[in-house]
């Protein structure tokens, strides 16, 4: 998927993503990994939207475009 030349790619720990999403209420967190994956480690951060990697290019159009996007996976 192409994107606009504006997108950053960062790293973040789990203190930084506190830290974060007690700063911006529009960030979504995203839960990218698959059904099987979700059962083996059944953890989720709360407030997190599943959404398996594989489905994310299909349902792009339900992501936002203004607010930072989150995913995670094991």
């Known amino acids: 998927m192409a994107?606009?030349?504006s997108e950053t790619v960062v790293r973040w720990d789990?203190?930084?993503l506190r830290a974060h999403?007690?700063?911006r209420e529009d960030?979504?967190?995203l839960d990218v990994r698959t059904a099987d994956a979700r059962q083996?480690?059944?953890y989720e951060i709360p407030g997190a939207r599943w959404m398996p990697l594989a489905d994310v290019v299909q349902h792009a159009g339900?992501?936002?475009r203004d607010a930072?996007?989150?995913a995670?996976?094991?």
């Open 3 to 5: 994107g606009t030349g």
């Open 14 to 16: 789990p203190a930084e």
């Open 21 to 23: 999403r007690a700063q």
């Open 27 to 29: 960030l979504l967190v």
């Open 40 to 42: 083996l480690h059944p």
């Open 62 to 64: 339900s992501l936002p």
């Open 68 to 70: 930072p996007i989150v």
């Open 72 to 74: 995670y996976c094991t």
